[in-house]
């Protein structure tokens, strides 16, 4: 009887393994660009990269990257084409995605030396800025131009202001810094950029460089200059949604001290 007892426990014991061998691991598909520090690279060395593995540890999945370059068109090529399930920066609400809540919000900084004393810049009429060269990320024919160019254009500035490449040839991760990098070299005398790629760009400069938050023109109230960031989802799935925006919340401590080491400038609220 002892044996028979034994013998059914194995074949129990075998039934139960061959069942969790056959039930498929959890994926994490995650759309991401293989060439854009400080968000993500191949190597895994971006703040989204990171928090893409928190949470993936959260939700007890293997993270998978689908990787392209985030270009026009990077959603319909990615998430919409259903290659991956979650894009890690997305403005909450954008069209044909559910997003989660912001899990950071951020904004244009002005850049300086701080040698110039120039940080008392924040204003994009401010009088100073009429004798100074002024950096800025071109887009080119990749998308709208960012509300800096607009609003420098609206303050008659456009005169002063030297484009720099967003991005350069493929897979050119370092090109978003070079515009960082004009400032500490001296070639423009104050940027203006995203805050992520400010703070992270400036840490790695050998010349002190000052980040001064971009205050919004009230003559120009269309456009803002700091926005809420989510994560989004294809619209229908929202148990993805609602599981990642639960891991957020329970990371959400760990989540802030990756912003705050890649340099990540915090933004105010947003006015209600």
Not at 16 to 30: D, K
Not at 64 to 78: E, G, H, K, P, V
Request: with cysteine.
């Amino acid at each position: 009887m002892k044996a028979v007892r034994t013998l059914v426990g194995l074949a129990a014991a075998c039934v139960l393994a061959t069942a969790a061998a056959a039930e498929p691991a959890r994926e994490l598909a995650v759309c991401a660009d293989p060439a854009n520090l400080p968000f993500s690279n191949q190597r895994g060395e971006g703040f989204e990269n990171r928090i893409a593995e928190l949470l993936a540890d959260e939700l007890h999945a293997t993270l998978r990257y689908a990787w392209n370059m985030q270009r026009r068109s990077f959603l319909r090529r990615t998430l919409l084409a259903g290659a991956c399930d979650l894009v890690l920066g997305a403005p909450p609400g954008l069209q044909g995605l559910q997003t989660t809540r912001p899990y950071y919000r951020s904004g244009y900084v002005f850049v300086s030396r701080r040698a110039r004393l120039l940080d008392h810049i924040a204003r994009f009429d401010d009088p100073a800025l009429k004798t100074l060269t002024i950096g800025l990320h071109a887009l080119g024919a990749e998308g709208a131009n960012p509300p800096p160019a607009m609003l420098l254009a609206g303050a008659g500035l456009g005169a002063q202001v030297r484009g720099y490449p967003m991005w350069g040839e493929e897979p050119d991760e370092a090109a978003p810094g070079r515009l960082i990098q004009a400032v500490a070299r001296g070639e423009v005398d104050i940027a203006i950029a995203w805050g992520p790629i400010a703070g992270y760009y400036a840490k790695g400069q050998a010349e002190p460089l000052a980040l001064v938050a971009a205050e919004p023109d009230a003559a120009q109230a269309a456009l803002p200059v700091a926005f809420d960031i989510a994560m989004g989802v294809r619209r229908g799935d929202e148990s993805l949604r609602d599981e990642v925006q639960a891991a957020l919340d329970r990371r959400a401590p760990q989540i802030r001290s990756i912003l705050a080491a890649y340099g990540v400038p915090a933004a105010d609220p947003a006015p209600h």
